[in-house]
């Protein structure tokens, strides 16, 4: 998908930003969003051409996870999927508790 993307707006710099946030029904969200740009702290994904951005913050709580495009009849979006390092995760999959004993390696 993001292929098409970079075709579709003409633009093969702009990578997909992933980041983990405070908030939603159960404490952490994911936020996504298309940038051109590369924080010091970031950490840069490549797979077949498409990037994937995240910051060493948010990386600790995705550590494992898969990134999707998952279409659905409410709407299609990119979606983490898999987080091993949620616990429980509320019905629309979009925020989630973390389990800070993996994030931390106690378990």
């Known amino acids: 998908q993001l292929q098409?993307?970079?075709k579709r707006d003409n633009d093969h710099t702009q990578?997909?930003?992933?980041?983990?946030?405070?908030g939603g029904c159960h404490g952490y969200q994911n936020k996504m969003e298309l940038t051109n740009t590369v924080e010091d702290d970031d950490i840069v994904f490549e797979k077949?051409?498409?990037k994937?951005?995240?910051d060493k913050v948010s990386l600790q709580f995705l550590r494992g996870s898969?990134?999707?495009y998952v279409q659905e009849l409410i709407g299609s979006t990119f979606q983490v999927v898999d987080n091993p390092n949620a616990k429980h995760s509320c019905g629309c999959n979009i925020s989630y508790d973390i389990d800070i004993d993996k994030v931390y390696?106690?378990?």
Do not use: A, F, N
């Open 105 to 107: 390696g106690k378990e």
């Open 52 to 54: 994937v951005v995240v």
């Open 4 to 6: 098409h993307i970079y």
């Open 66 to 68: 898969l990134v999707d």
């Open 15 to 22: 990578m997909l930003r992933i980041l983990v946030d405070s």
């Open 48 to 50: 077949e051409g498409s």
